[in-house]
T-cell receptor, first 111, second 117 residues
Framework: GENVEQHPSTLSVQEGDSAVIKCTYSDSASNYFPWYKQELGKGPQLIIDIRSNVGEKKDQRIAVTLNKTAKHFSLHITETQPEDSAVYFCAAGAGSYQLTFGKGTKLSVIP | GAVVSQHPSWVICKSGTSVKIECRSLDFQATTMFWYRQFPKQSLMLMATSNEGSKATYEQGVEKDKFLINHASLTLSTLTVTSAHPEDSSFYIC?????????????FGPGTRLTVL
């Protein structure tokens, strides 16, 4: 089955700096790579996703890049703000039917 | 769009009782819904996949007689924790698969905090 590794497990950045979270996956059949943000006590919220026919996708301060050859994808957050502080999960799957999640990255943005 | 609700958001019950959690897709139809369990500071653990009108598929190690799942309509799935015990205390989260607009996406509900005394 699919195996998703996520790094780092914790990340602290100064407000205004950029944050990068990286994930690797094992199953070459995976073609869908979403990123979720989870705030304390809440459910995960989809913030951006990418499908294997695209190498990069951007939405304002958030971008995701995908390297299918190397089987890794990354989340980039620019101009971080305190409200970006949360746990971020990457996931991989063949469509969204059965996603395998990474262990999460706790991002702290220091004002 | 793509809103998933859960009810209740939190519940406290006595050991031995049963608790039902509802998951609804509010603005789209979901032939497939998923139930996850999350322990503190850990990732999401898939418990079961629920397809509308058919029996749920449970992950290895999840007791199907303890965690009853019903997906009777395209917008509603329920999880019933039967004869709950303190070790069942956890954060339960559902998600719904949307195929709207040709995109295949999973949206999560806000979660239900279950505490069994």
């Amino acid at each position: 089955g699919e195996n998703v590794e996520q790094h780092p497990s914790t990340l602290s950045v100064q407000e205004g700096d950029s944050a990068v979270i990286k994930c690797t996956y094992s199953d070459s059949a995976s073609n869908y790579f979403p990123w979720y943000k989870q705030e304390l006590g809440k459910g995960p919220q989809l913030i951006i996703d990418i499908r294997s026919n695209v190498g990069e996708k951007k939405d304002q301060r958030i971008a995701v890049t995908l390297n299918k050859t190397a089987k890794h994808f990354s989340l980039h957050i620019t101009e971080t703000q305190p409200e970006d502080s949360a746990v971020y999960f990457c996931a991989a799957g063949a469509g969204s039917y059965q996603l395998t999640f990474g262990k999460g990255t706790k991002l702290s943005v220091i004002p | 769009g793509a809103v998933v609700s859960q009810h209740p958001s939190w519940v406290i019950c006595k050991s031995g009782t049963s608790v039902k959690i509802e998951c609804r897709s509010l603005d789209f139809q979901a032939t497939t819904m998923f139930w996850y369990r999350q322990f503190p500071k850990q990732s999401l653990m898939l418990m079961a996949t629920s397809n509308e009108g058919s029996k749920a598929t449970y992950e290895q190690g999840v007791e199907k007689d303890k965690f009853l799942i019903n997906h009777a309509s395209l917008t509603l799935s329920t999880l019933t924790v039967t004869s709950a015990h303190p070790e069942d205390s956890s954060f339960y989260i559902c998600s719904a698969r949307s195929l709207a607009g040709g995109a295949d996406t999973q949206y999560f509900g806000p979660g239900t905090r279950l505490t069994v005394l």
